[in-house]
């Protein structure tokens, strides 16, 4: 008899690039139990859009207001039978709607091993130059929860890697990218699956 459950939907939030939502795509793309159902960004260059239109997946613009001030954003959410909010690259606050709508299930990746390193404007390059300044020896990812606050939530996982004195921002960006390659994906499969 065939399993009559559905797949889990994944919802992802980008601003930019969107390495990382392709990534996550093409590492669900054949799962027969978790799926990304859409891709949503608030930049309208974001080269992001060009990445799900060439992975054949639904992308939709939404600028501030959108989020903040409506509820379209969360309409759309519900519309596309969300079940998880994924952050790739997002730098806006999650709106207190879509966090009320998906508690416990709006995950972010950050590239600093928090505490350290976050909050507001704490972002990509910003980020690996202020651990290149303070002279840091490790740096990291950090897989978490999402809350009403920047970087402040629960974390589900980090992974760490050596700052050596030849660093640069732009080296310590490269080894970052590789963490974050590797362990988004497996760690958004692992959470999903132990809530399942």
Do not use: W
């Not at 969300?82 to 950050?110: C, M, S, W």
């Amino acid at each position: 008899m065939q399993n009559m459950k559905q797949k889990i939907h994944l919802a992802i939030l980008g601003s930019g690039n969107g390495t990382n939502a392709q990534r996550i795509c093409e590492y669900f793309s054949e799962n027969e139990c978790i799926d990304v159902c859409c891709i949503i960004y608030n930049k309208k260059d974001a080269y992001i859009a060009e990445r799900a239109k060439n992975l054949g997946i639904d992308s939709q613009y939404f600028n501030k207001h959108d989020f903040y001030d409506s509820d379209v954003v969360l309409q759309y959410l519900q519309e596309k039978q969300t079940d998880y909010v994924i952050l790739a690259g997002f730098l806006l606050l999650v709106p207190e709607n879509i966090l009320q709508a998906y508690p416990k299930r709006v995950i972010n990746i950050h590239p600093a091993l928090l505490p350290k390193y976050g909050g507001k404007g704490m972002y990509g390059h910003h980020v690996h130059q202020a651990v290149i300044d303070n002279h840091e020896t490790e740096s990291g990812i950090t897989i978490h929860i999402v809350d009403q606050h920047y970087d402040q939530g629960t974390t589900l996982f980090q992974a760490r890697c050596h700052v050596t004195p030849e660093d640069s921002a732009d080296t310590l960006a490269d080894k970052i990218h590789l963490l974050e390659q590797e362990y988004f994906p497996v760690i958004i499969e692992k959470t999903v699956q132990k809530n399942a």
